[in-house]
């Protein structure tokens, strides 16, 4: 079926594409909808993750699914949480990755405590009344330099013990088995398949 996915992010498209085998996923742009960007005011992932969802229904109203992600922290007490996307962003200019990925290795410094996460929480909301909710991790540690090329966002900067690499350095296929939004992406899919 046609999942419409609330973002504006390209990466996460293609990632859902991908864990989505067998549905087409489709995003505001696809619909004429240039300035998808709701306010994101939750405090939880789960939160932001019900505004876009939400969001997008009362546009399209066909089911809809949304995902609020982000990297978790322990040494900064789980920062920067839902505020990954605008980490660092306090002066209005959003940072590049490769910026916001030195001033997070920065800012955690020399802290023995290395645990880290990429968190997922995914809506899929069906309609007003009808709606599911899911929130994945992918455990690892922050590692003190980025390496390499793959994915996007914070892959370069979370090193996973049980592969021996950071997420950039996973083949895509291997991310998209195995990741936080794969997780969750899988736990939509079958949730999709009974509707
Ligand atoms: P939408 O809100 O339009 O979906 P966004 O990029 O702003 O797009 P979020 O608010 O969920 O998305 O912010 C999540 C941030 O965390 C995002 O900017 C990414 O850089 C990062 N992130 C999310 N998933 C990631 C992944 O799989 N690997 C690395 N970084 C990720």
């Known amino acids: ?8 992010n390209t990466h996460k498209k293609q990632e ?4 989505l085998k067998g549905h087409t996923v489709k995003v505001p742009a696809d619909a004429g909808i240039s300035d998808f960007d709701p306010e994101e005011t939750g405090s939880t992932f789960l939160d932001n993750a019900f505004i876009k969802a939400r969001a997008l229904y009362e546009l399209i109203k066909e089911p809809v699914i949304s995902d609020d992600s982000g990297i978790c922290v ?14 660092g962003s306090e002066d209005g200019r959003k940072l590049s990755s490769p910026e916001r990925n030195a001033l997070l290795i920065r800012e955690a410094g020399d802290s023995p405590l290395r645990t880290a996460r990429f968190v997922c929480a995914m809506v899929l909301f069906v309609t007003e009344d009808r709606f599911f909710a899911v929130q994945e991790t992918l455990e690892g540690e922050l590692i003190r330099e980025e390496r390499g090329t793959g994915g996007f966002g ?15 350095e996973l083949p895509e296929d291997e991310k998209n088995s195995l990741s936080h939004r794969a997780k969750a992406g899988k736990a939509i899919a079958a949730i999709l398949e009974r509707l």
């Open 74 to 87: 322990d040494a900064l007490g789980g920062r920067p949480g839902i505020y990954s996307a605008r980490y």
């Open 154 to 168: 914070y892959d370069p900067i979370l090193y996973i013990p049980e592969r021996g690499c950071t997420v950039a």
């Open 16 to 19: 859902l594409q991908a864990i």
């Open 1 to 8: 079926m046609t999942i419409w996915l609330a973002t504006g």
